[in-house]
């Protein structure tokens, strides 16, 4: 568990998307911060059973963006179920929320390479989200110790919600944004390294290769 305050200077400038919803800000800003995290997780890198809980919670009482104070409070919990030897199955629910406060800019994104990955990444903004992801994994193959530890596929199915404007940076999303993907993970000395499809809805679809964290 860690409490503490978080202040300093920030700078938002828009790249993409809309200027009337995505606003240049900087400024100050301060945090008191809550986090409750519990690992139990067999592996850091390819986890294959166990549960990790992360409890994230933050009041804002200083913003760049908006002069009221507003609360922000996101969950994440993770869970591995292995069936034999080789394989595994993981069920993961994720979530945030403002409580229907004005915080200037949206908190949270999905997209990427980790939450509905046939989506641009940070391409779904909004301040309330539900996301739950179902996997399999199976290892392939053995690698030798010097090389790293295996070769793995990797399934996944993703269903979210989002809540509030605005939804999306672009005008390709539904209000119930799913996918599924699939690929191969090499978990390396170096860190694993992934190659795969996802398809997704209203379109989105996408080869993507990614080094590094995968859960």
Do not use: C
């Not at 994230?56 to 908006?66: G, K, L, R, T």
């Amino acid at each position: 568990m860690r409490v503490g305050y978080e202040g300093g200077w920030e700078k938002f400038r828009r790249q993409i998307g809309n200027p009337n919803e995505l606003p240049s800000f900087s400024g100050g800003y301060g945090n008191t911060k809550f986090q409750f995290r519990m690992d139990r997780l067999d592996d850091a890198v390819i986890p294959r059973a166990g549960q990790n809980l992360l409890v994230d919670f933050h009041w804002s009482n200083a913003s760049p963006f908006v002069s009221n104070s507003y609360p922000v409070l996101e969950l994440s919990s993770q869970n591995y179920f292995r069936l034999s030897e080789p394989t595994s199955v993981f069920l993961n629910g994720y979530g945030g929320s403002t409580f229907d406060h004005e915080t200037g800019l949206p908190q949270f994104s999905l997209g990427g390479s980790q939450r509905l990955v046939s989506y641009g990444t940070n391409e779904l903004l909004m301040n309330k989200y539900l996301l739950f992801q179902l996997g399999y994994i199976r290892q392939l193959a053995r690698l030798p110790p010097l090389l790293g530890s295996g070769i793995y596929f990797l399934g996944l199915y993703e269903a979210a919600q989002v809540y509030g404007p605005p939804h999306t940076m672009v005008n390709q999303a539904s209000g119930f944004p799913t996918d599924a993907a699939a690929g191969l993970v090499v978990n390396t000395i170096f860190g694993p390294v992934e190659a795969a499809y996802a398809y997704g809805d209203t379109g989105h679809h996408k080869f993507f290769f990614r080094i590094g964290r995968l859960f």
